[in-house]
């Protein structure tokens, strides 16, 4: 079974890992990427998205969509995470490529409705891009395959602030938005990208696999693990972009529960991602008046982590 996808993009180091497998993995068909704002400007994104590609020898499309929020004013990217250019500021090679004369949320909308039922988004930065094609087209919630979101927090707590992912948090006017709509949705938060690690013995193989785009993977993951050795006591990094496309092709390896979800988009709780599990009453029926979506509350991290290693090796 091939999974035709459109991968919405922040790139970002875990982009980056998510990025190569969407370029490697034979059972998905890259239909293009569009590019937002988020650990870097969406200029930095678009370059990075399109370098990607070429390191890997691939002619993808490559949109670029949103500059900021919808609403709020735009937090600075963070550099300290990701580096300046988004790939641990390591030396890159010139890019040859260029974007797409059409806004990635066009892209997306005429590439949905091309292929109805059959595309999947997969969206891993804040998720703007997919606010404004609902915007264009409100049709293609009836149109899409599947929207699958790395983004948000059921129980983990946030890494942003206490409550808030980083995703959610950078634009949650967009988020409430997209996670509300009413098209088949999955979330995959840091309740299982937090229990996945990749290893200096995992990128190693992925280096010695990836050539040219191996070397920017592994030059990029050193900075990453850096931070996270430095601020969670990892050594290594969670790999949370990988995950949503881990969950697409091996979704047994993931516990999942059905729900309503809300995203908080003012105040102390801003960007939190609010979850009523299905069937269950509270006080009041607020909190169960969004549509269904799936959540993923468990994962199998190590077998997760070692599939993301065993796809680019």
Sequence with gaps: MTHPIIFDTDPGVDDAQAIAIAL???EIELLGMTTTYGNVDVETATHNALLLAELAGREIPVAQGAAGPMVKDRHPPPAHIHGANGLGDIALPPVTGRAEG????QFIVDTVMARPGEVTLVAVGPVGNLAAALQLDPDIIDKVKHVVIMGGSIREGGNVSPVAEANMFND?????RVLTAGWPLTLVGLDVTHRCVLTDAHMSRIEAGQGELGKVLAGSFAFYRDFYREALGI???CPHDSCALAWLLRPELFTTARGHLTVATDGDAEGQTIFAPAGRGFIEARWSRTPLVEVCLGVDGAAVSDWIADTLA
């Design 235 to 237: 050594d290594g990094c």
């Design 172 to 176: 949650p006017d967009a988020a409430a």
């Design 24 to 26: 490697r993995h034979p």
């Design 102 to 105: 059409v806004s990635a949320a």
